[in-house]
């Protein structure tokens, strides 16, 4: 990967005259010469894959010349290189995105327009990397987007999948879960790097041995080795030369231990050791389900953590850089948990592998990490079980062991007397069965630690590091998430892009804090009307394509109302099921009822094996087959659930939303990210006060955003003091009609069992206080019903969010991060 520094070369160099010509006739002819030459057809026989192969190929030459300047200046002497290690990157089609950054999208798009090409339908043949399962993911591939749009040096190392989040069906209204098999047509954006590659153990034992300097050392003898062969994928930023990489890892077997077994005869037994090897990156894992005991699961971590960090000190070699300079070249974020046994691993490599000694290989790795959490439920905060861990691990767990001991002791010393404080802020749980815990791993081996929103943030301070906070307050601070403007405004919401360009030019797009000068056109009736029109149309796209994927017609004008995420019970789908019922319910006592029309659109997948959720799902399905066919409702109200809720779907989704249902139980959404995308794109929120919610409302302002709800101190001292959702209930007549519809069986054919697990644990437990926040939900909800009544001052509130959401661009995010924690700045790539 990294050539010569010395080397001037350019791509008109290696082939004059060349792939690199941006002109439209320059493209036309690279396409056909790649339909030809790489596909093997003529245009005639060529099929929508091969047009579509051919096409990325084009596109892909385009960033080549940029991605190798790019890694060739990326060790330059003194630059400090961003490592993003991240377990999943929701990166979604790459195609449009990348004719975006070039600039030449709208050119392309007139071109094949002119010509009679059906463009679309060459993009829709874009298979998407699923390589996440959600906002974690995805809020990764935005904030690679940033990093080379702000011309940042940096690397995304993360985990080739082959399988990566599952599809979704839904048949007869109940998930059904399929695999997602996107590399079978191939994968033209990834550079296959077969000579960059390796060595990963795995298992078997330790064993000290005295160095040539008498010195005591450990090496471990691993059990067993797998290779990690590099795969790249070029990260072209907006309109720069910055081409950065996303190295994701392919496990594979080492082949001479095969040939070995193969030698002695044991041919299956080598065949089981690759197959054994290659699973390791097999598949990605749905979250929301209790990992402690996936082995693989660790295994992956470990895997493409080792990989990444052999790497980057091969890399610091390459530049010629001294170990103990590492950290001044290299920073390492830790998006959650997941890569944290990174901390353990960059010292077995300084000190097993490069002899280097304890305290100077511990500041290295504590100035070289940050940690970045993401959650603030106690079920999603990893941990491993010890004999799990030192089973595959046992150097680690050794140094676990040492860096735990020389903590505590630290502990004990800022806290006298504090008898408790040392098990707490322990590395491993000792209450029952041993487990090592990996926020606090993260915690230890960090220079820095965020929250991804303000709430959430000072939660962390307050409830689960509390004691970390204490002790090192200024490793602490925010840094509250954002998202590309170029994927989810310039790419999904083409219509609503022209028009702000036509009013304040395009800066906005890398200058977001621009859309303010929108404000001052929330009062112009002219520009209401346009941006009426806009979302009319979107929402026109949207209505098409769920006939398509659903057979359900809705009604574009009536209103869109959404929540797109994963389905989890701290989300509270079901809250908002509750509040179709009710409207529903109205209507059958008065089937004449004046209310405004709404079409409830969900979307999101359920962990495979996460009981409650996959529940929900049946229950959205089922309202919807009766609300969706009773006479009485008139096609008031339709119920929608779009199936298997992508990347790629979401570009239709968020620009056609005019409800954006943000209504999860506050202090358990960490951030959202969803939230922003639906209010860039001009939808008002229906939302408590949690996660990134609260800093939305603040920017949109009180009167742009339908608040209800408990606050996060309310959810807390509630549970405290006890919270009896049953005496809830009995207050409210409107909630028991509604439970009641459910719990007679009329959402399921007279059947009073299908969704008795739902209505039990709401009636008594309740563990995210639906019932607490069933009447003032309702009441914003009437709210909603009245100001969409007034279609200029909705759209006049849908301007203003627009104009206000600036600050939830990735950019800022970004530039916060490069400010506080990694203190790096911009070096623009020259192409020579
Ligand atoms: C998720 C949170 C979201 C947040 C994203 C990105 C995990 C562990 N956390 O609220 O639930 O927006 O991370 O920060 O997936």
């Avoid at 010509?115 to 339908?121: K, L, N, R, S």
């Avoid at 006049?796 to 995010?813: E, H, P, V, Y």
Wanted: with cysteine.
């Amino acid at each position: 990967m990294v050539s010569n520094p010395k080397d001037k070369e350019s791509a008109a160099d290696v082939c004059p005259g060349g792939r690199s010509e941006l002109s439209l006739e320059g493209l036309r002819r690279n396409f056909r010469e790649h339909l030809f030459y790489t596909q093997g057809r003529f245009p005639r026989g060529a099929t929508k894959n091969d047009l579509y192969m051919a096409l990325a190929y084009t596109v892909r030459d385009q960033l080549l010349h940029r991605w190798i300047k790019s890694v060739e200046q990326m060790g330059r002497a003194g630059l400090r290189i961003v490592s993003y290690l991240s377990a999943e990157f929701l990166l979604g089609p790459h195609l449009e995105n990348n004719l975006i950054s070039l600039g030449i999208y709208d050119e392309f798009r007139k071109t094949c327009d002119v010509e009679g090409f059906d463009i679309q339908a060459i993009f829709d043949q874009e298979d998407e990397p699923g390589l996440g399962n959600g906002g974690l993911g995805r809020l990764a591939a935005c904030y690679l987007d940033s990093l080379a749009t702000l011309e940042i040096r940096a690397m995304g190392y993360g985990i080739r999948y082959e399988f990566g989040i599952f599809d979704q069906e839904i048949r007869d209204g109940w998930q059904v879960e399929r695999t997602d098999e996107w590399l079978h047509n191939g994968n033209p954006w990834e550079l296959a790097r077969p000579e960059i590659t390796f060595q990963v153990g795995f298992g078997g034992r330790t064993e000290p041995y005295e160095d040539e300097h008498g010195r005591y050392r450990v090496r471990w003898l691993p059990h067993r080795i797998v290779k990690g062969v590099a795969y790249d994928t070029p990260i072209l930023g907006y309109r720069v030369n910055t081409c950065n990489l996303l190295r994701l890892w392919k496990a594979e077997a080492v082949e001479s231990f095969e040939l070995e077994d193969f030698n002695v005869g044991d041919y299956y037994g080598a065949v089981e050791q690759k197959v054994a090897s290659e699973n390791i990156t097999k598949v990605l894992y749905p979250n929301d389900e209790p990992l402690q005991g996936k082995q693989l699961r660790l295994e992956q971590q470990y895997f493409f953590v080792s990989c990444s960090l052999q790497d980057m000190l091969r890399i610091h070699r390459i530049f010629g850089g001294e170990l103990k300079h590492f950290a001044e070249h290299f920073v390492i974020q830790l998006n959650d948990t997941h890569p944290a046994i990174g901390v353990a691993e960059l010292m077995r490599l300084l000190i097993d592998e490069n002899g280097m000694d304890w305290e100077p290989a511990w500041e290295i790795t504590r100035s070289a990490f940050a940690y970045t959490n993401h959650t603030l439920l106690p079920e999603a905060l990893e941990k491993w079980p010890i004999d799990l861990f030192a089973g595959l691990f046992p150097r680690h767990m050794e140094i676990i062991f040492e860096l735990n001991r020389r903590f505590l002791d630290e502990v004990r010393t800022r806290f006298p007397g504090e008898g408790e404080r040392p098990a707490r802020m322990s590395l491993i749980d000792e209450h029952g069965e041993r487990y090592v815990r990996m926020a606090h791993l993260a915690c230890v081996g960090s220079h820095a630690i965020n929250g991804v929103a303000e709430l959430h943030s000072r939660l962390l301070k307050e409830t689960v590091l509390r004691d970390f906070y204490e002790m090192m307050p200024e490793k602490f601070s925010n840094k509250t998430n954002g998202v590309t403007p170029r994927r989810f405004m310039v790419l999904s919401n083409p219509g609503l892009s022209q028009l702000i360009n036509g009013k304040i030019g395009d800066a906005w797009v890398v200058k977001p804090e621009d859309l303010r000068q929108l404000e001052k056109f929330a009062d112009d009736a002219s520009f209401r009307e346009e941006w009426h029109r806009v979302k009319l149309a979107n929402k026109q796209n949207l209505a098409r394509l769920i006939l398509e994927r659903t057979g359900i017609e809705v009604d574009p004008s009536s209103l869109f109302d959404i929540q797109v995420k994963r389905i989890h019970e701290y989300k509270r789908q079901h809250l908002n099921v509750l509040h179709i019922i009710a409207l529903y319910n109205r209507i059958k006592k008065d089937p004449s009822i004046d209310l405004c029309p709404r079409t409830f659109i969900f979307g999101g997948k359920a962990a495979p094996g996460y009981f409650m959720a996959k529940r929900i799902i049946k229950l959205v399905n089922c309202v919807g087959d009766v609300v969706n066919h009773d006479p009485d409702v008139a096609g008031r109200l339709k119920v929608v659930f779009f199936p298997d809720f992508n990347v790629k779907n979401a570009k239709l989704i968020y620009p056609a939303c005019d409800l954006s249902e943000q209504i999860s139980t506050a202090g358990k959404e960490a951030s959202g990210t969803g939230n922003m995308k639906f209010s860039m794109n001009g939808a008002l929120t229906i939302g408590t006060l949690d996660g990134a919610n609260v800093e939305i409302r603040e920017e949109v302002g009180a009167e742009n955003f339908f608040l209800f709800g408990l606050t996060a101190e309310e959810v807390a001292s509630l549970h405290r003091n006890g919270y009896h959702p049953l005496e809830v209930y009995r207050t409210n007549a409107e909630l028991q009609e509604v439970v009641e519809r459910i719990s007679s069986g009329h959402f399921s054919n007279g059947d009073p069992e299908l969704f008795r697990p739902v209505v039990d644990s709401l009636l008594f437990h309740d563990t995210f206080m639906l019932f607490a926040d069933f009447g003032p939900y309702l009441e914003a909800q009437r709210q909603v019903d009245a100001a969409y009544r007034d279609p200029e001052r909705w759209t006049r509130m849908s301007i203003l969010n627009t104009a206000r959401m600036g600050k939830f661009s990735s950019d800022r995010a970004i530039r916060e991060y490069c400010r506080d924690i990694w203190k790096v700045k911009p070096v623009p790539v020259t192409l020579d």
